[in-house]
């Protein structure tokens, strides 16, 4: 039951806790003792005071700015044919105040929109007549490779459909939680 929960969690609490006193106690002149620890957290203020204590080094990491954005959206998009009315400055303007898992969530969405248009009853009807009527294996997969192109409508539908995962007041507890425990 809840108890049983509640004890089992607390067990495991605690040796954590204690192997994480364990990997700093040796000899930090061997090289085989060289071990750092390293935790991250959506609830940094869920962590109890015994634990905060040993991670020494608290820093919170911000959404991703202008820059980050960007890069984000060209790393998620890296694979796929993206089309020419593809604004990512816009795309960038439009993502303000997303998490990285966000801006991956809306780009998987979008790539998601070319397979969709594709893969229709109809779409499917013209490949084949097009196969009938002699076309090359080239032909049809230039066909269908410019057919895959991610498209600005694709972003503005995604948009519609992913949206940002936190809030002002999350983000305004993110930083009062840094004033008051985080790394000076």
Not at 51 to 66: A, D, F, G, N, S
Not at 75 to 102: Q, R, W
Not at 142 to 159: G, N, P, R, Y
Request: glycine content about 6%; proline content about 4%.
């Amino acid at each position: 039951g809840g108890a049983q929960e509640h004890e089992s969690s607390r067990r495991v609490k605690t040796e954590l806790l204690v192997q994480i006193n364990g990997v700093s106690s040796g000899d930090p002149a061997d090289p085989g003792n060289r071990v750092m620890v390293l935790a991250a957290t959506n609830l940094p203020w869920e962590l109890d005071e015994a634990m905060r204590r040993r991670l020494t080094k608290r820093v919170y990491i911000p959404l991703p700015e202008v820059e980050g954005r960007l890069q984000l959206f060209k790393i998620n998009l890296e694979k796929v044919d993206v089309a020419s009315d593809v604004n990512f400055d816009k795309l960038v303007s439009e993502t303000e105040g997303y998490s990285g898992d966000d801006i991956c969530g809306l780009c998987d969405t979008a790539k998601m929109m070319p397979v969709k248009r594709l893969y229709t009853p109809e779409v499917l009807k013209e490949l084949q007549r097009k196969q009938q009527e002699g076309a090359s294996d080239e032909e049809l997969q230039a066909h269908e490779k410019s057919a895959l192109e991610v498209t600005w409508a694709d972003f503005q539908t995604a948009l519609e459909n992913v949206s940002k995962s936190v809030g002002k007041e999350q983000l305004q507890r993110f930083v009062k939680w840094e004033e008051e425990f985080g790394s000076k």
